[in-house]
């Protein structure tokens, strides 16, 4: 570790940008992240970093993603993911199917650069126990979040004193491109871990009988007694959150803004100190919750605990 912080600090002592790569072209994350780094004329512009290769990765690509990356910024295709690592110092993977998250990182272990998933660590709570076992055995730092966790509505509702909250977000329907990416509102799980921290014992999911027009809800225990509630929007609907302290009530604005910056600037700065802001232990709880939430909903609401 004390080797990849000093190669790391030696580059940013001469001012060089890292050079990023890009795994995945199917959300829309895989042409935001390249927006923010690589065109120094935009508004939400992150300086310190470039991508400057990708791998369009195995799931279908999306035509527009990929046109407007390889001709707004010139960013190198190249047909695998050992073929992308020798030209990179940290890699972003931005395949929105969690099931390939695992089997993406056993490729570039060989490398011990860097990663950060967008989204979530895995679909499975089997394969993020696995990716945490290999990159920690492989000496690979790992970091994952939801930029939710890092965004302006989230970071003023964080107190010392909340004793419980209830988040709300969009979720997708049956059969949408984005369900993976939304289902069960991780976002909102991620903002809910952002002001409660780990800790959460069991969840209990309902599920109204009209799937698409319902309104998805999870209810959940921490350890101590703190409780909270994720409400799923569908077919549609806003980010947001309330959090409960002894002295009140605070809620997040009506119409947040969303600009990814923060998330960024997190991502840079693991890039550069190998160490994620949030711990291993807790990216495999947000998991684990929504594993259990899902086990709840395949249960009929039955109260279910959260797997270890």
Known sequence: MRLFVLLFAAAAAFGADLRVGLIGMDISHAYTFPKML?????????????????YPGTRGVKERYYDRITKEFQIEIVPDIPSLMPKVDAVIITSGDGNLHLGEIKQLLAAKKPVFIDKWLAT??????????????????????????????????????????????????????????????????????SVLGPGCEQVTRVVGANFDDSEDVVAARWKGGRTATVRTLRP??????????PGGVVQSPAKPSITYVTLMNEVLKFFRSGVSPV????????????????RSKDAGGNATKLRR
């Open 38 to 54: 690589n065109d120094e004329k935009f508004l939400h512009h992150v300086a310190g970093a470039r991508v400057v290769a990708a």
């Open 124 to 193: 499975k709570f089997e394969d993020a126990v696995e990716i945490a076992r290999i990159t920690k055995a492989a000496g690979v730092p790992v970091f994952s979040a939801s930029s939710l966790r890092y965004e302006k509505l989230t970071a003023d509702l964080k107190f010392p004193d909340v004793i419980g909250a209830d988040v709300w977000a969009p979720g997708g329907v049956e059969g949408h491109e984005y369900l993976e990416a939304s289902e069960p509102a991780y976002h909102a799980i991620e903002m809910l871990y």
């Open 236 to 245: 549609s609907g806003p980010f947001g959150m309330v959090v409960f302290r």
């Open 279 to 294: 711990p291993m232990d807790e990216m495999l709880e947000v998991i684990s919750f929504i594993d259990a939430s899902q």
